[in-house]
């Protein structure tokens, strides 16, 4: 019923910069907050960044500043805005996003994409 698609990853040197997006769609009546989420080799997966439909946004430590959460609601899409890539920053990131399609929201999720910083 709903895909979340996460096109934008990639290799970058240290200190660089990438803009994954995340891009919904199926029978969406409304989403909620979205989120990106990280999974690097070997540790659980952890919450980097929020965003709600009304544009309030909140962060992991381990990313603060250097990362920017932002969406299009009229294209059921976020993104992720990451400046001053750090090796320990190399992980799949996933898109999550709270989404109406019926009476009651649901919870899903985009496959991934990898994000490796090494020079």
């Known amino acids: 019923q709903v895909q979340l698609v996460e096109p934008g990853g990639g290799l970058v040197q240290p200190g660089g910069s990438l803009r994954p997006s995340c891009v919904a769609s199926g029978s969406i009546f409304s989403i909620y907050a979205m989120n990106w989420y990280r999974q690097a080799p070997g540790k659980h997966r952890e919450l980097s960044a929020t965003?709600?439909?009304?544009?309030?946004?909140n962060y992991a430590d381990s990313v603060k500043v250097r990362f920017t959460i932002s969406r299009n609601n009229a294209k059921n899409t976020v993104y992720l805005q990451m400046n001053s890539l750090k090796p320990e920053d190399t992980a799949v990131y996933y898109c999550?996003?709270?989404?109406?399609?019926?009476?009651?929201?649901?919870?899903?999720w985009g496959q991934g994409t990898q994000v490796t910083v090494s020079s």
């Open positions: 965003i709600t439909r009304g544009g309030n946004t």
């Open positions: 999550n996003a709270e989404v109406r399609v019926g009476p009651n929201p649901g919870d899903y």
